[in-house]
């Protein structure tokens, strides 16, 4: 048996959050394998809105798919702040522990510490150069974290949840996870033709493995999380749902949660036993509870921003997400978050982005190409939730020059030109309902901008931000059509179609900010509306609402064209 030893420095500084807990593990079930199904916040509670990315490993540079997790993310935090929870808040930050991160040093020929703080920087530089509107980067190698991932493990073997034992099975010091024997296949190395053996899920190699380590009774676990999965839409889109519920039905293995220091020392030490070192996967899963300020104060647990509302991942660390972490939480009777939004792979000829493969399209690079707004809206407007979605330059270009360029920068322009300096006139009689009655064309058009952004809402709501992206950008094509139909420039009375084309595109710009924040500004500057924030805000995008806008205005290419590829 490996002993635990000596208290931890993160026990002696937490001994009253400890006390607390204790008393209310007294007051359970005495069996400690039947307490922790806690999944709801106090009902008197308000809470920030709380959204997250996974941290992101710093063993090699960001590829666009990355990116891609950073902007839904944040796409979700900005239309929160758009209804008026300005309170929200987006976590993002790096994964700085395991055997990837040493070896990759190693290789490097760097210090450990040195190598991660070289590619954490990489990783802020690029939540800047994708215009996060995070209010935390974190990194593993953080104190406080460290302090809160010892204090978790601690609570865990206090409530009878972790024990030690042989471990024997193939590991993947890629995936940073064992898989059994029903898991694994023999493959070629396609570079090499040498025979290994791979995991059937990743198709990252595995090897053989057998080690003495730390176990949490994961096994403990499966009706609750069965419960958990069918009733309540944990898991989003539900085909992932789907996957794991046969998965965990099928049975689940306890989960070892160490390695020998022998093997691992890059990490945070098993506390009282600096022989072990903690399972790098339960470290970086705490750290969405380190940023809401874990080991909460005890009495005043209901005052943090836990849980997450939404956790936003890629669909290859839905099992640690969905499984581990709900199952460590439970253990402990901490709320669960409320959501997992899972997406599919950006892919390269159809094969998967990744660091390992070297097909990874450098974001930097693209959004300096492409300009982060046009970068934002391709990869929200063609990403998929469901199923992988194929890059391209061309297909930025397609989009930009179709939709943005074509679609939102034609109508401006044309709504503008046609109406020859009198647009704020027309705004102004619409809004007093002093303009010739509406056509069936017109009414028909109205209707559809009265009832688009509750629909745009409802997708947001439901975490699906591509369609309602599809659903704004369905506002400029049927505006576009609209408008060809009715010719105002050749009505002696344009100004009903004139006011409906610049309330889409106001209404448009609004819901776009999310999406475009930079872009969608420079519209409703361009359609000089009020900077006041209420006038931007998702109860502005009424139509009719603001009689305010529209006075002076001047031409403009709001969306320039992109360089071909040569």
């Known amino acids: 048996m490996l002993p635990f030893r000596n208290l931890s420095r993160a026990t002696r500084l937490l001994s009253v959050q400890r006390q607390f807990t204790y008393s209310a593990c007294r007051n359970g079930a005495s069996n400690p394998l039947r307490r922790g199904l806690a999944t709801a916040t106090p009902k008197n509670s308000k809470k920030p809105y709380y959204v997250t990315t996974p941290i992101f490993y710093v063993n090699a540079a960001p590829h666009v798919g990355h990116l891609y997790t950073m902007v839904i993310a944040d796409v979700l935090k900005r239309w929160q702040v758009l209804l008026g929870n300005t309170d929200a808040q987006l976590l993002t930050g790096t994964d700085e522990h395991g055997m990837k991160i040493q070896q990759a040093a190693l290789a490097a020929g760097m210090d450990t510490q040195a190598f991660c703080d070289m590619n954490c920087r990489t990783f802020e530089a690029l939540a800047k150069a994708a215009n996060l509107d995070h209010d935390h980067f974190i990194r593993t190698t953080d104190p406080a974290h460290r302090d809160a991932v010892q204090y978790f493990w601690e609570m865990l073997n206090h409530r009878g949840y972790i024990y030690t034992s042989k471990h024997e099975g193939w590991y993947s010091v890629s995936d940073e996870t064992f898989y059994p024997q029903t898991q694994v296949?023999?493959?070629?190395?396609?570079a090499t033709g040498r025979k290994r053996m791979v995991s059937?899920?990743?198709?990252?190699?595995?090897?053989?493995?057998?080690?003495?380590?730390?176990?949490f009774r994961l096994s403990a676990f499966q009706d609750r999380l069965l419960e958990l999965y069918k009733?309540?839409?944990f898991i989003t889109p539900s085909k992932y749902a789907t996957a794991i519920i046969q998965s965990v039905s099928s049975g689940l293995q306890d989960l070892s949660i160490s390695r020998p220091a022998e093997r691992l020392t890059w990490g945070i030490p098993v506390p009282g036993d600096d022989t072990q070192t903690i399972y790098v996967w339960l470290?970086?899963?705490?750290?969405?509870?380190?940023?809401?300020?874990?080991?909460?104060?005890?009495?005043?647990?209901?005052?943090?921003?836990?849980?997450?509302?939404?956790?936003?991942v890629g669909k290859d660390i839905v099992r640690?997400?969905?499984?581990?972490?709900?199952?460590?939480l439970m253990a402990l009777d901490i709320p669960l978050p409320k959501n997992v939004l899972v997406h599919g792979h950006w892919t390269m000829n159809r094969e998967k982005m990744s660091k390992s493969s070297g097909n990874g399209v450098n974001p930097f690079f693209a959004i300096e190409r492409f300009g982060v707004d046009s970068m934002r809206f391709f990869l929200t407007y063609q990403g998929g939730l469901s199923d992988d979605a194929d890059y391209d330059n061309s297909f930025i270009i397609r989009?930009?020059?179709k939709i943005l360029q074509g679609g939102i920068g034609n109508l401006a322009y044309r709504t503008i030109g046609c109406a020859k300096g009198k647009l704020r006139s027309y705004i102004e009689d619409a809004t007093s309902d002093k303009l010739p009655a509406p056509s069936p064309e017109d009414l028909k058009h109205q209707s559809m901008l009265v009832?688009?952004?509750?629909?745009?809402?409802?997708?947001?709501?439901?975490?699906?931000?591509?369609?309602?992206?599809?659903?704004i950008i369905s506002i400029i094509e049927q505006t576009n059509k609209y408008f060809h139909a009715a010719e105002p420039w050749k009505s002696p009375n344009p100004q009903r179609v004139l006011f409906n084309?610049?309330?889409?595109?106001r209404i448009s710009a609004i819901l776009l900010q999310p999406f475009m924040p930079t872009k969608s500004g420079e519209i409703l500057d361009f359609l000089c509306v009020n900077t006041d924030p209420n006038k931007r805000a998702f109860s502005a995008a009424t139509y009719g609402s603001d009689a305010d806008y529209g006075d002076g205005i001047k031409k403009a290419f709001l969306f320039p064209p992109l360089v071909a590829d040569e």
Not at 451 to 471: C, G, I
């Open 399 to 401: 989009d930009h020059k």
């Open 200 to 215: 059937i899920e990743t198709g990252k190699e595995v090897e053989w493995s057998s080690e003495t380590n730390y176990h």
């Open 320 to 328: 640690f997400h969905c499984v581990y972490w709900p199952a460590f």
């Open 231 to 233: 009733n309540s839409d």
């Open 451 to 471: 009832q688009t952004p509750p629909r745009v809402s409802e997708h947001m709501t439901e975490l699906n931000p591509r369609a309602a992206l599809q659903e």
């Open 283 to 312: 470290d970086a899963l705490v750290n969405y509870l380190t940023r809401a300020g874990y080991p909460f104060t005890p009495g005043q647990e209901h005052k943090s921003m836990w849980p997450a509302d939404v956790h936003v």
């Open 185 to 190: 296949q023999n493959s070629l190395d396609p």
């Open 501 to 505: 084309a610049a309330e889409s595109l």
